[in-house]
């Protein structure tokens, strides 16, 4: 076999491998039984509040 092909297949298992891995780590984690965090324990978004006042110059008479 010449070095290209050697490495084709190489890069190749490489690829197929780390595809299972991740496919193992998604079930992994999917598998988990997750629940969402209590509503208490969340704090109120903070509100701000800008206000903004612009007077022009009274011209003098």
């Known amino acids: ?3 290209s092909k050697i490495v084709a297949i190489l890069t ?3 690829s197929i491998i780390l595809a ?3 496919l193992i780590l998604v079930q992994l984690l ?3 039984d ?3 965090a209590p509503i208490s324990q969340f ?3 903070p509100a701000i509040i800008s206000s903004f006042w612009q007077i022009d110059k009274i011209a003098e008479v």
Do not use: F, V
């Open 1 to 3: 076999m010449n070095r």
């Open 12 to 14: 190749g298992a490489i």
């Open 20 to 22: 299972i891995a991740y």
């Open 30 to 32: 999917d598998y988990r």
């Open 34 to 36: 997750m629940k969402p």
């Open 43 to 45: 704090d109120p978004a």
